[in-house]
Nanobody, 116 residues
Framework: QVRLVESGGGLVQAGGSLRLSCAAS????????MDWYRQAPGKEREFVAA????????YYADSVKGRFTISRDNAKNLLYLQMNSLKPEDTAVYYC?????????WGQGTQVTVSS
């Protein structure tokens, strides 16, 4: 069974940077794709970035392209989201998601707040 735990959120000024981490349990981390999503207050959860099992392919929402970078370390069972040039509209709870055998597994989320 896969379990995901996010960390690295916090309060940052506009223009600043944060790096989120998602630690995965289990020995099959390297076999599945991973995504980051976010949910702002009063809004639907939205896709942020995706990475394939090996890390060779990534995909981003237009709103974060050029500012955020998704990466993974399969040896450490870790997924990352490097967030640069943060904007107040990036404020949200950020979630990592694994797609394991067609099932979605979510972490509990980490809060990111960007002040103007």
């Amino acid at each position: 069974q896969v379990r995901l735990v996010e960390s690295g959120g916090g309060l940052v000024q506009a223009g600043g940077s944060l790096r989120l981490s998602c630690a995965a349990s289990g020995r099959t981390f390297s076999s599945y794709a991973m995504d980051w999503y976010r949910q702002a207050p009063g809004k639907e959860r939205e896709f942020v970035a995706a990475i394939n099992w090996s890390g060779s392919s990534t995909y981003y929402a237009d709103s974060v392209k050029g500012r955020f970078t998704i990466s993974r370390d399969n040896a450490k069972n870790l997924l990352y989201l490097q967030m640069n040039s943060l904007k107040p509209e990036d404020t949200a709870v950020y979630y990592c998601k694994a797609t394991v055998n067609a099932n979605n597994v979510w972490g509990q989320g980490t809060q990111v707040t960007v002040s103007s």
